[in-house]
């Protein structure tokens, strides 16, 4: 578990060049000869940024949990929470392999275009 310094996939960093650098290689590598599992998390998806503000701003999900096959065996409720940043440019990570975690709540997006739905402002008004 932790700061590997490298991006997996694509969809691990936002902003900057999108080029994968030969690190990114041998960091797939190792986790696919060494067989090992990437834990999930809960959190934000990313866990490193620049803290640069508008297109300057480059975030990367590079601090992660592997482990093996026979480890989760013993710890199969594991999870890597991601906590606040604490003014760093990195997330605090933390890993909790016990089952008496807070589940993340439901997040609620409104849609703009509900308002134009005739059964969405009855619904609105019923409750």
């Known amino acids: 578990m932790g700061d590997f310094n490298t991006f997996l996939d694509a969809r691990e960093k936002r902003g900057g060049n999108n080029h994968f650098l030969s690190s990114v290689n041998h960091c797939r590598s190792f986790i696919n000869d060494m ?9 934000p998806k990313f866990t490193w940024n620049n803290k640069r503000g508008g297109n300057n701003n480059i975030q990367e999900r590079i601090n992660r949990a592997l482990c093996s096959h026979d480890w989760l065996k013993w710890y199969p409720n594991s999870m890597l929470l991601r906590l606040d940043d ?18 993340p709540k439901a997040q609620f997006y409104f849609d703009v275009r509900w308002c134009g739905k005739l059964k969405v402002n009855q619904i609105i008004r019923d409750s």
Do not use: A, V, W
Not at 35 to 43: D, Q
Not at 86 to 103: A, E, Q
């Open 35 to 43: 067989r090992l599992l990437n834990l999930g998390f809960i959190g």
């Open 86 to 103: 604490g003014g760093s440019d990195h997330r605090l990570i933390l890993l909790n392999t016990s089952n008496d975690f807070p589940k």
